[in-house]
């Protein structure tokens, strides 16, 4: 009778095991996008946010009036409410503040039920939650919480939502710090997203992996011929009530799932500009050593397609991607990159009508600084073209 029972469990065990991989293996067709129109847009306002060599990054949230910013100073690493001269109107965390001061790159803040949540990254990877009034009120050390499969990665997203039993949910992009990501067995042991709970005491609940990447169909089919596209395989989402939008880098297709479950729903393959087909490759398992591999480190990341932002706003999606250099056009020092000349294109997604309306901006335009700010989008400028940083209001026609 013990055997049977033992058999039984397993049986059960393994069953489950099933399940729950079904639920990434479903095979659902994609839906190409193939309506596209190349629009133009107007810059609304160039400001000019620099005071006294002060260097800031901008992330703007709904909470902000018009004229003012969060802003955060480098590399003192500072971050206040600024106008649009660059003035300081409220500092929030100052470096030597102790607890509240951050150690790593500012990523983003959201606001939520009343307060404000600031996801900062790097080795110091943190959640700080501020009242109100930006008073202080607790840091949240992610990188000794989350443990070894959890890892900050460069191009992150961020969300919070509202759980259950008055619980904040946090989404937060993920890696896995145990394998280096230019391995195999990094694809096929990593997560792309991490999700945990905030409950009334700010204490994290609930913690999950999901998303794994060797449940995405171009991952698996890169691991069975040992060929990669891409450089660091960022997964990007934005959210709304009950839907998750997922747009990883290493493919042209945007995934839908349900955010609570996470269920995959629909998936959309965009289409790409011409002439941006994704020819060079690197195999798996090839650590590319700075003095030796330099070109190869170049090729990979300027040839391709590179996505590096992805927001939702208003029943639209906006992806922001830089366009591939022509192989002929990388200099033949690696340490000249810096120079290269960088195109980007910004994707509007009508949700309802699955219609794409396409902006590309030259290299005057910092793809990395890209900012909504309803009616308006925001670019900064590209530090390497001009002494002084701007801040560009776009309106998209």
């Not at 609304?44 to 992330?59: A, C, M, P, R, W």
């Not at 029943?315 to 960088?342: A, E, T």
């Not at 195109?343 to 309306?357: C, E, G, P, Q, V």
Request: glycine letters at 4%; aromatic letters at 14%.
């Amino acid at each position: 009778m013990r055997k049977n029972h033992i058999i039984v469990f397993t049986f059960l065990i393994e069953l489950c095991l099933a399940i729950c991989s079904c639920r990434q293996k479903v095979n659902i067709p994609s839906t190409k996008i193939t309506t596209l129109s190349h629009e133009s847009f107007e810059v609304h306002d160039s400001l000019k946010v620099y005071n006294d060599s002060i260097s800031f990054e901008y992330f703007v949230t709904d909470r902000w009036p018009q004229n003012q910013l969060l802003g955060f100073q480098l590399p003192i690493l500072n971050l206040s409410v600024i106008d649009t001269l660059g003035n300081i109107r409220q500092e929030i965390s100052r470096a030597g503040l102790k607890e509240q001061q951050f150690r790593a790159q500012f990523i983003d803040a959201k606001w939520f039920n009343g307060r404000m949540y600031v996801l900062a990254q790097g080795n110091y990877f943190s959640l700080s939650i501020y009242d109100k009034d930006l008073k202080f009120i607790k840091k949240i050390h992610l990188s000794d919480i989350m443990g070894d499969n959890y890892a900050p990665v460069k191009t992150c997203s961020f969300a919070i939502l509202k759980g259950s039993n008055g619980n904040i949910r946090v989404f937060v992009s993920s890696g896995d710090k145990r394998y280096n990501f230019y391995t195999s067995k990094y694809y096929k042991k990593a997560y792309g997203l991490m999700t945990f709970e905030l409950d009334s005491q700010d204490q994290i609940v609930n913690t999950s992996n999901e998303l794994r990447l060797r449940d995405f169909q171009t991952i698996e089919n890169a691991l069975s011929t040992n060929r990669r596209n891409w450089n660091t395989p960022n997964v990007m989402f934005a959210c709304n009530d009950t839907l998750l939008y997922v747009k990883p880098v290493f493919d042209n297709n945007i995934y839908v799932y349900n955010n609570t479950t996470f269920n995959l729903l629909k998936i959309f393959t965009l289409p790409i500009p011409a002439n941006s087909e994704s020819n060079y490759t690197l195999p798996f398992d090839l650590e590319l050593k700075y003095n030796s591999d330099t070109q190869a480190q170049v090729k990979i990341q300027y040839t391709n397609i590179k996505y590096v932002d992805f927001k939702y706003s208003k029943g639209s999606l906006y992806l922001m991607f830089i366009l591939p250099v022509p192989l002929k056009s990388l200099p033949k020092n690696p340490n000249d990159v810096g120079s290269l000349k960088l195109n980007s294109t910004i994707y509007k997604i009508n949700l309802a009508d699955k219609r794409i309306k396409s902006y590309t901006f030259n290299s005057k335009y910092n793809p990395y600084s890209f900012y909504l700010k309803e009616p308006y989008l925001l670019l900064g400028s590209d530090s390497e073209l001009t002494d002084s940083p701007y801040l560009y209001s776009i309106k998209l026609n």
